[in-house]
Nanobody, 116 residues
Framework: QVQLVESGGGLVQPGGSLTLSCAAS????????MSWYRQAPGKERELVAV????????NYAESVKGRFTISRDNAKNTVYLQMNSLKPDDTAVYYC?????????WGQGTQVTVSS
């Protein structure tokens, strides 16, 4: 049974930082590209960042470039999202995603709220 468990969300003031973690189990982690998505109230889910199997390649949404960093530790079956200079527009539920051909898995999400 595949599980993706996000953690690290919470309430933070504008300009603050958070690090999200996603622990994977039940799959061969280093076979999967890993991504973070987010969904704000009333909006569609959007891709935030993606990292390749080895971690050598990353891509980011324009809205988070220079502020967010995605990384992975294949020995720990974990992917991270370091979020700096947070803005109120970053408020959303953040979801972890694991993908390979014919396989696509989601975590349950973790809430990030940026507010003073």
């Amino acid at each position: 049974q595949v599980q993706l468990v996000e953690s690290g969300g919470g309430l933070v003031q504008p300009g603050g930082s958070l690090t999200l973690s996603c622990a994977a189990s039940g799959l061969t982690f280093n076979f999967y590209a890993m991504s973070w998505y987010r969904q704000a109230p009333g909006k569609e889910r959007e891709l935030v960042a993606v990292i390749s199997i080895t971690g050598a390649s990353t891509n980011y949404a324009e809205s988070v470039k220079g502020r967010f960093t995605i990384s992975r530790d294949n020995a720990k079956n974990t992917v991270y999202l370091q979020m700096n200079s947070l803005k109120p527009d970053d408020t959303a539920v953040y979801y972890c995603n694991a993908q390979r051909p014919a396989r696509n898995y989601w975590g349950q999400g973790t809430q990030v709220t940026v507010s003073s």
